[in-house]
C-alpha cells in the first residue's frame, strides 16, 4: 500500500476521482492544504468531500514554494511518502518541484513548468517547429496593439497562466482588444491567492474542429488512450459545452491529431504524466492549441472509462507511485460516450428546471447532475459556470452526442432575474 501526499485539488469531478483512484488502488493519501474551507464550501450539503477522507490533513501556505519545499521534506521524514500528486494546474509545478525535491517519481518540474505557462508552451513548441498560431507575448498594453497589427484581426487573447477557459476571448478589432485586455488586467490575483503574470498571449485565431488528444507517458513512450472531440460556444468566449469519445473522425484526421500532441509531448519533454492537448483541426492542418501535462477536465477521463475500461484517473496515482499503468482496453458495450453541458443565458437565482421528469429513466444515460434550486447563476465566459451536465453512452453505429443532444433538448433552467 502506497502513501500519497495530495497537493490541493479541483473542486470539480477531479477532486473526487482522484481520491476514489487512490482508494481503489489500496492506497492512502494525505492532504496537504492552505484552506482547508475552500473544499468544506464545495461539498453537498450533508456529506463529506472525499478529500476529507485523507489519512491526514496538513495545512501549509502552498503558493509558497521555496517554504514548501523543506517543509514538506520534514512531513516526508515522520510521513514517508511514495509519491506526490495533484489535479490542479496551479500546483502542477509546485508538485514536480517536490517529488524531484523528495526522489519520488513525477514529471520534469521544467517541463511542467514549460507546458503550464502558455507562452512558455509556445516559444518551445516554435523552436521545435511543432505547428502552432502565429502569436505574440505581450508585457502591455502598448505591446499587444503592435502585435495584434502585426498578426492580423481576428485572433484570441489568452492570459499566460489561467485554466478552464477563463478570460480566453476572440477579438476582431482594436476596441475589443482593449476591452479584453482590460478585463484581464483586473484580475491579478487567481482563484488560489497566487499573482498574475500580467503578459497576454495573443495568437492568431485557428479555424476547424477542435479535439483533444488523451495521452498517458512513461518510460520515455507516450500512450495513446484516443481522441475526443469538442463542442465549443460562447462566443466571444471559449466555453466548452460538450464532448464525445472517441471523436468522429476519419483516419487520417485522427492520425494527423495525434502525430501532432505526440510531437508537442516530445518538444516539451514531458514524461511520467497523463497528458490533455487540445489539437485543431485546420485546413493547413493540425495545429497545437495548448498541452495539459495532468488528466482532461469535464469529465473526458469518465467518458474514456465508460468506452474503453481505461481509468485515466488510476493511471495517474500509478505514476506518481512509479508503476505501470493498466491501459488495457476492456469490452465495456459503448462504443461511444457524450456529455453535454447546461451553460448559463441568464443571470439571477436558479429556481429549478422544467423538462427533467423522465431524464432519470432515460436509455442510455450514464451521469446527470443539475444544479441545486438557489445556486446563483453567471454568464461567466468559462467553463466554470456550469449548471449541470447529461452523459450517455451509445453501442453500434448510434453516436453518443446525438443521444445527448435528445435528452438535454426539453431541459430548461428557470432563473428568476436578482
Given at each position: 500500500?502506497?502513501?500519497?501526499?495530495?497537493?490541493?485539488?479541483?473542486?470539480?469531478?477531479?477532486?473526487?476521482?482522484?481520491?476514489?483512484?487512490?482508494?481503489e488502488?489500496?492506497?492512502?493519501?494525505?492532504?496537504?492544504?492552505?484552506?482547508?474551507?475552500?473544499?468544506l464550501?464545495?461539498?453537498?450539503e450533508?456529506?463529506?468531500h472525499?478529500?476529507?477522507?485523507?489519512?491526514?490533513?496538513?495545512?501549509?501556505?502552498?503558493?509558497?514554494?521555496?517554504?514548501l519545499?523543506?517543509?514538506?521534506?520534514?512531513l516526508h521524514?515522520?510521513?514517508?511518502?511514495?509519491?506526490?500528486?495533484?489535479?490542479?494546474?496551479?500546483?502542477?509545478?509546485?508538485?514536480?518541484?517536490?517529488?524531484?525535491?523528495?526522489?519520488?517519481p513525477?514529471?520534469?518540474?521544467?517541463?511542467?513548468?514549460?507546458?503550464?505557462?502558455?507562452?512558455?508552451?509556445?516559444?518551445?513548441?516554435?523552436?521545435?517547429?511543432?505547428?502552432?498560431p502565429?502569436?505574440?507575448?505581450?508585457e502591455?498594453?502598448?505591446?499587444?496593439?503592435v502585435?495584434?497589427?502585426?498578426?492580423?484581426?481576428?485572433?484570441?487573447?489568452?492570459?499566460?497562466?489561467?485554466?478552464?477557459?477563463?478570460?480566453?476571448?476572440?477579438v476582431?478589432?482594436e476596441?475589443?482588444?482593449?476591452?479584453?485586455?482590460?478585463?484581464?488586467?483586473a484580475?491579478?490575483?487567481?482563484?488560489?491567492?497566487?499573482?498574475?503574470?500580467?503578459?497576454?498571449?495573443?495568437?492568431?485565431?485557428?479555424?476547424?474542429?477542435?479535439?483533444?488528444?488523451?495521452?498517458?507517458?512513461y518510460?520515455?513512450?507516450?500512450?495513446?488512450?484516443?481522441?475526443?472531440d469538442?463542442?465549443?460556444?460562447?462566443?466571444?468566449?471559449?466555453?466548452?459545452t460538450?464532448?464525445?469519445?472517441?471523436?468522429?473522425?476519419?483516419?487520417?484526421?485522427?492520425?494527423?491529431?495525434?502525430?501532432?500532441?505526440?510531437?508537442?509531448?516530445?518538444?516539451?519533454?514531458?514524461?511520467?504524466?497523463?497528458?490533455?492537448?487540445e489539437?485543431?483541426?485546420t485546413?493547413?492542418?493540425?495545429?497545437?492549441?495548448?498541452v495539459?501535462?495532468r488528466?482532461?477536465?469535464?469529465?473526458?477521463?469518465?467518458?474514456?472509462?465508460?468506452v474503453?475500461?481505461?481509468?485515466?484517473?488510476?493511471?495517474?496515482?500509478?505514476?506518481?507511485?512509479?508503476?505501470?499503468?493498466?491501459?488495457?482496453?476492456?469490452?465495456?458495450?459503448?462504443?461511444?460516450?457524450?456529455i453535454g453541458?447546461?451553460?448559463?443565458?441568464?443571470?439571477?437565482?436558479?429556481?429549478g428546471?422544467?423538462?427533467?421528469?423522465?431524464?432519470?429513466?432515460?436509455?442510455?444515460l450514464?451521469?446527470?447532475?443539475?444544479?441545486?434550486?438557489?445556486?446563483?447563476?453567471?454568464?461567466?465566459?468559462?467553463?466554470?459556470?456550469?449548471?449541470?451536465?447529461?452523459?450517455a453512452?451509445?453501442s453500434?453505429?448510434d453516436?453518443?452526442?446525438?443521444?445527448?443532444?435528445?435528452l438535454?433538448?426539453?431541459?430548461?433552467?428557470?432563473v428568476?432575474?436578482?
Amino acid at each position: 500500500m502506497g502513501h500519497l501526499l495530495m497537493v490541493e485539488s479541483w473542486v470539480g469531478a477531479m477532486s473526487r476521482l482522484l481520491p476514489r483512484a487512490i482508494r481503489e488502488s489500496g492506497h492512502q493519501f494525505t492532504f496537504l492544504t492552505r484552506d482547508v474551507h475552500h473544499y468544506l464550501r464545495s461539498a453537498p450539503e450533508g456529506t463529506a468531500h472525499p478529500l476529507l477522507g485523507a489519512r491526514h490533513i496538513v495545512t501549509a501556505d502552498t503558493n509558497d514554494t521555496p517554504t514548501l519545499l523543506p517543509h514538506v521534506a520534514r512531513l516526508h521524514e515522520v510521513f514517508g511518502f511514495d509519491g506526490v500528486l495533484t489535479s490542479c494546474d496551479y500546483y502542477l509545478p509546485a508538485v514536480a518541484r517536490l517529488a524531484g525535491h523528495l526522489g519520488l517519481p513525477g514529471a520534469s518540474a521544467e517541463a511542467v513548468g514549460r507546458a503550464c505557462r502558455k507562452d512558455a508552451t509556445r516559444r518551445t513548441l516554435r523552436a521545435a517547429g511543432v505547428p502552432g498560431p502565429r502569436f505574440a507575448v505581450c508585457e502591455d498594453w502598448a505591446a499587444a496593439t503592435v502585435a495584434a497589427r502585426e498578426i492580423g484581426y481576428p485572433l484570441v487573447l489568452k492570459p499566460v497562466d489561467l485554466c478552464a477557459g477563463m478570460y480566453v476571448r476572440r477579438v476582431d478589432d482594436e476596441e475589443q482588444l482593449a476591452a479584453a485586455h482590460h478585463a484581464l488586467a483586473a484580475f491579478p490575483v487567481n482563484a488560489r491567492g497566487q499573482l498574475r503574470s500580467p503578459a497576454v498571449l495573443l495568437e492568431e485565431l485557428l479555424d476547424g474542429p477542435e479535439v483533444s488528444v488523451e495521452t498517458v507517458s512513461y518510460g520515455g513512450t507516450h500512450h495513446v488512450v484516443g481522441v475526443t472531440d469538442k463542442s465549443v460556444g460562447g462566443a466571444p468566449a471559449f466555453v466548452e459545452t460538450g464532448h464525445m469519445f472517441p471523436a468522429g473522425l476519419g483516419r487520417e484526421a485522427a492520425r494527423g491529431a495525434v502525430e501532432t500532441a505526440v510531437a508537442a509531448l516530445d518538444a516539451l519533454g514531458l514524461d511520467q504524466v497523463v497528458a490533455h492537448t487540445e489539437i485543431k483541426l485546420t485546413a493547413a492542418g493540425p495545429r497545437v492549441v495548448e498541452v495539459n501535462p495532468r488528466p482532461a477536465g469535464n469529465r473526458i477521463t469518465e467518458l474514456v472509462r465508460h468506452v474503453t475500461g481505461i481509468d485515466l484517473a488510476a493511471a495517474c496515482v500509478d505514476l506518481a507511485l512509479g508503476g505501470t499503468p493498466d491501459l488495457e482496453r476492456r469490452s465495456t458495450g459503448l462504443d461511444s460516450a457524450a456529455i453535454g453541458f447546461l451553460v448559463p443565458q441568464d443571470e439571477g437565482v436558479l429556481e429549478g428546471f422544467e423538462g427533467t421528469e423522465k431524464l432519470t429513466e432515460a436509455a442510455g444515460l450514464l451521469e446527470l447532475q443539475l444544479a441545486d434550486p438557489g445556486a446563483r447563476v453567471r454568464n461567466t465566459g468559462s467553463n466554470n459556470g456550469y449548471l449541470g451536465h447529461v452523459m450517455a453512452g451509445a453501442s453500434g453505429p448510434d453516436s453518443a452526442r446525438d443521444r445527448v443532444a435528445e435528452l438535454l433538448a426539453p431541459v430548461r433552467p428557470k432563473v428568476a432575474a436578482r
